[in-house]
């Protein structure tokens, strides 16, 4: 099995937080600053998401403060762990109902093939592999925390090839 060079994965967590954080801002500033308060709590309570006055300027101000982190690399899982929850509950309210009542696969795989559902499921699958993959090599992180598992100086002990016994 070969192991994927790893200065290709941290640039593509790089490509992945960049693009991540600049929406999730967007998004923090159209909802603060642009619609303001009221428009976004109007905006949840049409989507029939809960608790508008609650959630809205919370999950706002998480998009806002959130996406810059992302973008600089710092308190990536922390963040990323928090919109991916945010993003599968925001799809479980608007969405759920419906997947339950499919009656056929058919019917369930044309609500999945909505292009606002395919979107939130992409968010999802961004989020959570941020989550676990963290924020890679070119990151505040990185500067801050202990060296991730993988770049321990045993592990490259541990992979090298055992050494063969000669025969007698």
Not at 11 to 31: F, I
Not at 113 to 119: E, F
């Amino acid at each position: 099995m070969t192991r994927a060079r790893p200065h290709r994965t941290d640039t593509a967590l790089l490509l992945l937080r960049l693009l991540l954080g600049t929406l999730l801002t967007l998004r923090g500033y159209q909802h603060l600053l642009v619609l303001g308060i009221e428009g976004t709590v109007a905006e949840w309570r049409s989507l029939g998401l809960p608790y508008p006055l609650l959630f809205a300027p919370l999950l706002s101000l998480l998009e806002l403060v959130g996406g810059p982190l992302l973008i600089l690399g710092m308190a990536t899982r922390p963040v990323a762990v928090m919109a991916t929850l945010a993003v599968l509950s925001v799809l479980v309210f608007t969405q759920g109902e419906a997947w339950l009542g499919a009656t056929s696969a058919a019917e369930l795989i044309t609500q999945v093939l909505n292009p606002t559902v395919q979107s939130w499921l992409l968010l999802v699958a961004a989020t959570l592999t941020l989550a676990i993959a963290g924020a890679g090599h070119f990151s505040v992180d990185t500067q801050r925390l202990p060296p991730r598992r993988e770049d321990h100086p045993l592990d490259a002990v541990a992979e090298t090839k055992p050494v063969k016994k000669r025969r007698k």
